[in-house]
């Protein structure tokens, strides 16, 4: 029975996620960030002076890295907590880091008698807290088994997609390929409004009582419209990750023999947007590539 769990790196997602998991579990928790380290400890949060210490007698581990090299730094570097887990544990992985590798690092894990349940989550940090994440899941039986604690606490649409570490990655890909075109192709919309003379607000209105409605247009759509008054809204969710994402995409269909035209365009505008400076704002100000300051 998984009654601990050890999240490591307690930032936008990170700590939301840990502090839902209170609701059930004993709840682990580091950060390099002594901040940090205050929020989670006032959330309920025990937590320690370094990973491995974190690590040390769970039964699963929550990871949320930014790509392939920081998860294997995570857990094989210097100061990897691999050799801290306990046989039987888990490591859920809830990034989007693309399928390389994934298989030879759950072979390694493995030979420590440890799981790696393949878990990329959708949602932000909101939904996070509020246990309303969607999350995509490619896992040994057993080691989901294991898992499944904490991710029924996380999420509110769990979806299995196959029995082996990779397979989650292989759909969340999918899933990006989507939520990056959805996303520059509401900009380019909202922004030949503004070119047409349309009022802006009045449009996205219009648009999402219609077919050409979407989430990722109902969503970002807002935020995009504060770009014509050259705000910058709440940062929920950072545009260079769908430079990783789409480029996650774009390797994938290549090694698939794949044409993807619409990601490959797509991709671009999130390209020039974080050549533009734009790298740490909202995704959704994509839309400054196209329309980069009000008149």
Known sequence: ?????????????????ATRLTAGLTVHGFDIAEPRLELARGAGISTFGSAAEAVAGADAVLLAVRNGAQLEEVLFGESGVAAALR?????????????DGIAELAGRL??????????????????????????????????????RPV???????????????GDGQALKTVNQLLCGVHIAAAGEALALARALGLDPERTL?????????????????????????????????????????LGIVGKAARGAGLATPVAAAAEQLFLLGQAQGLAEEDDSQVLRVLAPKAD
Do not use: C, H
Request: glycine letters at 12%.
């Open 87 to 99: 046989e039987g544990a888990v490591v859920i992985l809830t990034s989007t880091v693309g399928t």
């Open 205 to 245: 209105e219009a648009l999402q009582a219609g077919a050409a409605a979407s989430f990722m247009l109902g969503n970002r759509g807002p935020r995009m419209l504060q770009a014509y008054d050259e705000e910058s809204p709440e940062v929920l969710s950072r545009l260079d990750i769908f430079v990783k994402d």
């Open 151 to 165: 991710l029924e606490l996380l999420a509110s649409t769990l979806t299995v997609v196959g029995d082996k570490a």
């Open 1 to 17: 029975m998984t009654s601990t769990v050890a999240v490591l790196g307690l930032g936008a997602m990170g700590l939301p996620m």
């Open 110 to 147: 493995a030979e420590q008698g440890v799981g790696l349940v393949d878990a990329p989550l959708s949602g932000g940090p909101v939904r996070a807290g509020e246990g309303d994440l969607l999350i995509v899941v490619g896992a040994a039986p057993a080691d989901l088994e294991t898992a």
